[in-house]
T-cell receptor
Framework: SAVISQKPSRDICQRGTSLTIQCQVDSQVTMMFWYRQQPGQSLTLIATANQGSEATYESGFVIDKFPISRPNLTFSTLTVSNMSPEDSSIYLC???????????FGPGTRLLVL | AQSVTQLGSHVSVSEGALVLLRCNYSSSVPPYLFWYVQYPNQGLQLLLKYTTGATLVKGINGFEAEFKKSETSFHLTKPSAHMSDAAEYFCAVSDNSNTGKLIFGQGTTLQVKP
């Protein structure tokens, strides 16, 4: 398994601003993922964070809105840009992929946009 | 394309009663199947998983699930509910490829009454 931490754990932001969420893993992992969980909803995959290359985004998510960095095998960031109240969600990172049958999730970042 | 359907967005049981949370999946390849639990204001925790081998899998906290290929189901059960089991439960499927992607069901909220 892996120990995953996220910063910040929660934040309240004003519309039009941006927030960068950090995800740190205690071991090197092949794949890191970012999910969004809107209030009362299930998890939706935003993108796969690829080390050394651009992230792979799912349908409905674009790089301009959710830029992702992955500078090494233990760290990734997700930025929520030009926020609106509709971006209020829990954002979770997870790790897994090839050789890992299971994905492990971080504790999540609870974002409220006013 | 893969999909997951959880029947019943809310399930209520009495303490000590059987817990049954239903999950059906659609997959064109042999799936990997997972159940995750999310306690209030926390991230996701893996309860159990099926990848290959024995179709009845046991997880943490007394939960188990049975993979039934003929019924495309992976229902979660626990013989006797405890108050601490009250949480949100998510069924998820992976296509066991090296993409590592998880597709989640809509979730089931389990309420345990005293």
């Amino acid at each position: 398994s892996a120990v995953i931490s996220q910063k910040p754990s929660r934040d309240i932001c004003q519309r039009g601003t941006s927030l960068t969420i950090q995800c740190q893993v205690d071991s090197q992992v092949t794949m890191m993922f970012w999910y969004r969980q809107q209030p009362g909803q299930s998890l939706t995959l935003i993108a796969t964070a690829n080390q050394g290359s651009e992230a792979t985004y799912e349908s409905g998510f674009v790089i301009d809105k959710f830029p992702i960095s992955r500078p090494n095998l233990t760290f990734s960031t997700l930025t929520v840009s030009n926020m609106s109240p509709e971006d209020s969600s829990i954002y979770l990172c997870s790790v897994g992929g090839l050789g890992w049958e299971t994905q492990y999730f971080g504790p999540g970042t609870r974002l409220l946009v006013l | 394309a893969q999909s997951v359907t959880q029947l019943g967005s809310h399930v209520s049981v009495s303490e000590g009663a059987l817990v049954l949370l239903r999950c059906n999946y659609s997959s064109s390849v042999p799936p990997y199947l997972f159940w995750y639990v999310q306690y209030p204001n926390q991230g996701l925790q893996l309860l159990l998983k099926y990848t290959t081998g024995a179709t009845l899998v046991k997880g943490i906290n007394g939960f188990e699930a049975e993979f039934k290929k003929s019924e495309t189901s992976f229902h979660l059960t626990k013989p006797s509910a405890h108050m601490s089991d009250a949480a949100e439960y998510f069924c998820a499927v992976s296509d066991n490829s090296n993409t590592g992607k998880l597709i989640f069901g809509q979730g089931t909220t389990l309420q345990v009454k005293p």
